[in-house]
Every structure is written in structure tokens, then in C-alpha cells.
């Protein structure tokens, strides 16, 4: 079959794909229809859960395994659609519904390529794909999940929207949930200790700080506070008040650094992380992925959006058509040429490096 054949039956996987709900933790029809089109082109595939995975025909242990995975879980539709999110419609080149671009774009192409190379002999490196389920929540049943089941991974190219230019590097994330404390009271009573007014210095020091490490790549940590909960009833002065701190780590801390360090200094009662596995990651600028694609012209920069790069102890490389300005947005969408040029330059890439 022609790249081109490929690519036209990517994009006709990807309207099934949108046409089925695949919220995360709810994969189970998606990871089917991928099962299809690897029954159809007589691959051989596992499935674990709703997570889709297969090696090349010629797998070797002697050399160094390749892994490429996208998601096909998608986010909820929010209310400002105007289209059937579970509608794929092509409009003046635009592929519309929920999930074209984050990241079904990238997932079929990157099946695509697999396709392409499942039969090659002599290649350089093994590859193992995998279509993972619970991208979008983070959950316990995704390619975290799939780790110690696949192949050992050297190296990894993880399909997201880039616009197939090379994230070199993405930041990590933890979430912490904080505490400031005071004293009940009748709102009608005198109160020195309102736990509400002690929260605007609070928040006034999470605004001010700036981590003193920069990343070349990512920039600056970015520390926002996200959430505040406080009070049930309009006469009384709470006990405390509740905040939610979203802090995108760059590659200078791990995120038991930045946990440690607000610990020890956050003006507040507490402050504790939900989770520290989720660190930034990245990939050499000299490795050979990333210099192949910037002989093919492809432009490298760091991603401050979190993906399954997260759960990769290896070297990783952010890569895939769309943009992700337009992920989770109000009628997501993704140019149909955006795939085809993402199927041609993700197969020129590994002809450079595994061929």
C-alpha cells in the first residue's frame, strides 16, 4: 500500500475515532476500532485494558527499541460547541470533532507510520507503538500502566499537537492542595484572625515568587494558584480556606524539590503535593531524532503543556500535526493536510534514523 493509501485510511480511522466517546476511562470502543485496522493490515497486536500495542514483524532484543504512542481518550466536550462534538465533519480542509487534534491527528498518523514500517527488515531500531487509554486524566490504566509490559524503551516519540516541529522538552506538573488557617467566628463579632483576609498574604507570596533556576528550553517554573474554597454560610467566619496551587516544573527541579521547598517556606498551615510522578522530561539536542528533524527543517522548543512524556523514564521527543492551542477549545479541529504532511514527515524522520 501507498503512503498515500495510508494516510487516507488514517483519516478515515480518525472519523471513527471522533464518531465514538472515548472519555478518559471510557476507551473501550475506540481501542477496538484500532484493533481493526491492525487486523486489517495483519499485524499482530495486544490489547491490555484499552491500551493497543504491537511490536514490528521483525523485533530483535539485540537493539534499541523505538516507542511511538499517542492516546485516543479524549476530554469532555465543554459548552461553548456549537458542532455534534461526536460529529467528524470536513469543512474547507478542517476535520472537526472532539479529539481531531488532541490527539487523534497525531495517533493515526503515528499508526500510519507504524503500518508503513511493521514489515521492513534490518532496521536500526525496534519500534513498539502503543495507543493509550487515560492520557487526558492521568489515570492509573495508561501508558504508565503499559511500562512494564512492552519492551524495554530506549528512546520515545510521544504524538501530540506541534505542529511537527520538535518539543525537545515539556514541562513536569504537580498539584498541591493548601490550608490557611484562622479563627471561627460570628461574622458579627470582632475577628483578628479571619482565615480569609490571612489568605491575601498568602496569595500575594505565591504571586511574588519566582524560583531562582531557569530552563533554557522551558523557561521559568510557573506557580498558579487555580482554586479557593472558603466559608459555607454568610454569618460565620470560616476555620480556614482551601487553595489549589498548579505549578508546570521545568527541567532545572524535580518536583520532590519544589514540594520540599514550598513546604518549608508557603505561608500557610499546609501545603501538600496530590502526586510527584508527573516530572518534565526531554531529550538531547544532539540525539539523533532531534537532528534529523532539524536537517528536515523542523524548528525545536520547549512545551509547557503536560503529556505522556511524563511517565517516560527515557529520552522522549513531543511530536505531531495539529496545534495545541486548539486542543480542549470549543470545536476542535485539525487540517486534514496537517496529517498527511504529519504521515510524510514522521516516516522521513525514522527513514533518517532507523532505515
Keep these: 500500500m501507498t503512503q498515500q493509501e495510508l494516510t487516507q485510511d488514517a483519516i478515515s480511522l480518525l472519523k471513527k475515532l471522533i464518531e465514538t466517546q472515548s472519555f478518559s476511562s471510557e476507551e473501550d470502543v475506540t481501542a477496538s476500532h484500532i484493533e481493526d485496522w491492525f487486523k486489517r493490515y495483519d499485524i499482530d497486536f495486544k490489547r491490555t485494558l484499552n491500551n493497543v500495542w504491537a511490536v514490528n514483524k521483525y523485533f530483535d532484543d539485540s537493539k534499541p527499541t523505538l516507542l511511538l504512542n499517542s492516546h485516543h481518550d479524549t476530554v469532555k466536550p465543554n459548552n461553548a460547541y456549537t ?45 513498539v507503538i502503543v495507543a493509550s487509554a487515560e492520557e487526558e486524566s492521568s489515570g492509573p490504566n495508561g501508558l504508565n500502566s503499559m511500562l512494564p509490559i512492552i519492551p524495554k524503551v530506549d528512546v ?29 467566628s460570628h461574622a458579627a463579632h470582632p475577628n483578628d484572625n479571619n482565615a480569609i483576609y490571612n489568605t491575601i498574604e498568602a496569595l500575594q507570596w505565591f504571586k511574588d515568587l519566582k524560583f531562582e533556576k531557569s530552563s533554557e528550553a522551558l523557561g521559568d517554573v510557573k506557580l498558579t494558584v487555580t482554586q479557593i474554597n472558603a466559608g459555607k454560610q454568610h454569618n460565620v467566619v470560616p476555620a480556614d480556606v482551601k487553595l489549589v496551587i498548579d505549578v508546570r516544573v521545568n527541567d532545572a527541579y524535580s518536583n520532590a524539590e519544589i514540594a520540599e521547598f514550598l513546604q518549608e517556606n508557603a505561608p500557610c498551615k499546609s501545603i501538600t503535593p496530590r502526586s510527584l510522578r508527573l516530572n518534565s522530561s526531554s531529550i538531547p539536542v544532539d540525539h539523533d531524532l532531534v537532528k534529523a528533524g532539524i536537517a528536515m527543517g523542523r524548528t525545536t522548543y520547549g512545551s509547557p503543556t503536560l503529556s505522556d512524556q511524563a511517565v517516560l523514564s527515557c529520552p522522549s521527543l513531543k511530536l505531531g500535526p495539529g496545534d495545541s492551542t486548539r486542543s480542549h477549545s470549543a470545536d476542535e479541529f485539525i487540517y486534514v493536510s496537517e496529517i498527511e504532511e504529519g504521515v510524510g514527515i514522521y516516516i522521513e524522520l525514522l527513514n533518517r534514523v532507523i532505515v
Design 156 to 184: 520515545a516519540i510521544v504524538g501530540e499537537p506541534t505542529l511537527m516541529n520538535l518539543a525537545v522538552a515539556e514541562k513536569g506538573l504537580v498539584v498541591f492542595d493548601a490550608v490557611i488557617e484562622g479563627t471561627p
Design 83 to 127: 458542532r455534534d462534538p461526536l460529529k467528524a465533519g470536513v469543512e474547507d480542509g478542517k476535520l472537526y470533532g472532539l479529539g481531531s487534534n488532541d490527539a487523534g491527528g497525531c495517533l493515526v498518523s503515528l499508526i500510519a507510520t507504524f503500518t508503513h514500517f511493521y514489515n521492513q527488515k534490518d532496521l536500526k531500531y525496534n519500534l
